[in-house]
C-alpha cells in the first residue's frame, strides 16, 4: 500500500525562526493536505493542494505539490508560540477516495 | 457552517464491552471516514462511507463496524473490547470529489479501555 515518510520528526526552534518540514510518498499522488493538531483535539485543515508543482500559501504558512508528484514541503515563517503542535501531510494517489498520513512532526517554538 | 461533531467527547468501558460512537459531518459533505489515532501507530484509516454504503476499509478486525444514515451521520461500533483499542477515534467528512477533497476532522472521542 501507500506510504508517507515525514521529516524531522520533531523539531525544536527558536520564535521567529523558520520552519520546513516535507513528506515523501512511495508512488505518485493527486492530492496533498497538511493538518495542524493541537492536545486533545482534532487535526485542523491548513493548506490542499491539487496539482503538480501548485505553490499556496496561508498566511505565513507555504506548501508546495512537488513536480514529482511524490513529495510535499511546508514551510513556516516567522513562528510564534502559538505554532506549536502536530503537524501532519496527508495524501491520496489513484481514484481511491481514502487518505494516507505522514507519522507527524512535533514543532515546539522557544518564545 | 457548524463543524464536524462527534459524541461522546470522552468514554472509559470495561474489557470485553462494545462501545458506540457517533459523527455528524459538515452539512452538506455525504463522506464520513473514521480514523483510530494513537501515539505509537499515527492516524491509521479504518473506513469511509458514502450515501449510506462502506467505500474503503482499513485493516482493522471485524470487532470494528461502522454505518451512515441516510442524512449523512455516521456511527461506529466496537465489539468485544480490548486494552488496546484504547485511543483517540477520530470522524472527518468531505463533499469526495477530486479537486475538492478536503477532509475536515471532528474533535474526537477519547476511549479508555480498563
Redesign the interface.
Known sequence: GQQLNQSPQSMFIQEGEDVSMNCTSSSIF??W?W?KQDP??????LI?L?KAGELTSNGRLTAQFGITRKDSFLNISASIPSDVGIY?C?G?GGS?????????TLLTVNP | KAGVTQTPRYLIKTRGQQVTLSCSPISGHRSVSWYQQTPGQGLQFLFEYFSETQRNKGNFPGRFSGRQFSNSRSEMNVSTLELGDSALYLCASSFRQPNSYEQYFGPGTRLTVT
Do not use: D, I, W
Not at chain 1, 486533545?40 to 485543515?45: F, K, S, T
Not at chain 1, 477516495?97 to 507527524?104: A, I, Q, S
Open positions: 493527486n492530492t493536505l493538518y486533545g483535539e482534532g487535526p485542523v485543515l490542499a491539487y501532519f496527508a491520496r481511491n477516495y481514502k487518505l494516507t498520513f505522514g507519522k507527524g
